[in-house]
């Protein structure tokens, strides 16, 4: 499963020099995907690209200059090259790290086609079918349990089912937009409810997984089927208004307090370029192991993985943004491969571009919790900034900033880039 190859060598580098940066979040080793056009240019066709230090090798203008990589990457969307499968996935790898490195004999071919990443606008870098979120942060939802069960904060399925329901595609954006505060229901006086702005919005933070290969409906995944159609990662920021989720999600759960906006990091970092970063995955003493068909000994060895994950903060009046908490997503309780074995075990076929979010990954330690619910203690205990500000949940003109990195001793650091988002004011609204 690690499948660690000569494109992961700490030591490789690349003939763009600021990939050799050891700052940079896309050396060599990375090579995430996104769609892209340069800035100012609205009539310009979106296409793909490669991130290389702080440029971008525009695969449309490779794959003519003779780049020997497959057709469908000279279009504005990777479905069609997620559909072919980790074997052609991992050749397009070697491929492009072959022609990126240093002494490269495509060096000249293909200066030409780079852009500079400041010099571009990026967008969603598939098509998006369908979206679900799960539940896999132990941390979160203990902490988020104790809140409103103190005596049972964990149901009693969480340690068996990878818990999840389904959100809404047409509402997920890349890093950078901005979305006015959401409107809804919540419980006022007397029983009876209010409309009007969320006064408890929060982030989480996640990681979003894009599925690759995809499953006909009826047939399940395996565990190995699984861990090899995953395509890659992004942050992801599963925005959340938590007075409107604490009115509407009894019986049915989510629905209008999660479906305004979902942010994630444009760059996919792909399933092969973490394989340096695999962790074992295990449970604690007196846990549950789980069933057979969410087991493998290939998971249990290599199937979790160590990113850090970091929560930003800055508001109008702050001039650099500050951190709020860290953590790491070999903490979560469930891997990659089991949301998505768990996901089809019912027949239901995923497709290539789906996007599963892994919910909220929040530590075990203090500050380490990914929502400003946990942080604030449910809106108990005010965050004091910086610059003397406060903050229990989100106030207009804030924005939020998700970072991540896949760190190892021995290996070379890659990073997924920044998922960021600003909060406007809501939109007037009038029933008639």
Request: include cysteine.
């Amino acid at each position: 499963m690690n499948g660690l190859d000569t494109t992961h060598d700490p030591a490789l580098r690349s003939w763009v020099n600021s990939a050799n940066d050891p700052a940079s979040e896309f050396p060599i080793q990375n090579l995430p995907y996104g769609c892209f056009r340069r800035l100012g240019e609205d009539d310009e066709a979106w296409r793909l690209g490669v991130a290389i230090g702080d440029q971008v090798l525009d695969l449309r203008a490779a794959l003519l200059a003779g780049l020997p990589v497959e057709p469908m990457l000279g279009t504005h969307t990777l479905n069609h090259f997620m559909l072919l499968g980790a074997t052609r996935w991992h050749k397009t790898r070697q491929a492009l790290s072959r022609a990126l490195a240093a002494g490269s004999e495509s060096q000249g071919a293909l200066q030409a086609c780079l852009v500079p990443r400041r010099e571009v606008e990026l967008t969603l870098p598939c098509s998006i079918g369908d979206y679900t979120d799960f539940y896999t942060g132990i941390h979160h939802a203990t902490t988020v349990g104790k809140l409103f069960r103190p005596d049972n904060p964990l149901l009693p399925n969480y340690k068996w089912v990878p818990i999840g329901y389904h959100g809404r595609s047409s509402s997920i954006r890349t890093s950078g937009h901005a979305f006015h505060r959401p409107l809804g229901q919540t419980a006022g006086e007397s029983g009876t409810p209010r409309f009007g702005p969320t006064q408890r919005l929060d982030y989480e933070l996640e990681l979003g997984v894009f599925v690759g290969s995809l499953n006909h409906l009826g047939e399940p995944r395996t565990m190995a089927q699984a861990e090899a159609d995953w395509f890659g990662l992004v942050l992801l920021n599963d925005w959340s208004a938590r007075d409107v989720q604490a009115w509407e999600y009894q019986p049915l759960g989510p629905f209008l307090a999660k479906n305004f906006a979902t942010t994630i990091s444009p760059w996919i970092v792909t399933r092969d370029a973490l394989a340096p970063f695999r962790a074992p995955f295990v449970r604690p003493e007196g846990d549950p192991q789980p069933l057979p068909y969410l087991d493998s000994a290939a998971n249990r060895e290599h199937g979790a993985l160590a990113i850090t994950l970091e929560v930003w903060l800055q508001t109008p009046s702050m001039s650099e943004p500050h951190r709020l908490t860290r953590s790491n997503f070999r903490d979560a309780y469930w891997t990659v491969a089991q949301l998505l074995a768990h996901h089809s075990s019912n027949g239901c076929n995923l497709q290539p571009g789906d996007l599963l979010g892994s919910g909220t990954q929040s530590g075990p330690g203090e500050g380490e919790g990914g929502s400003l619910l946990e942080l604030t203690h449910g809106g108990k205990q005010p965050i004091v900034l910086p610059n003397g500000e406060s903050r229990v949940f989100l106030q207009d003109g804030d924005t939020v900033i998700l970072r991540g990195a896949a760190e190892r001793e021995g290996c070379r650091r890659i990073g997924f880039g920044e998922c960021r988002a600003t909060v406007l004011p809501a939109r007037a609204f009038t029933a008639s």
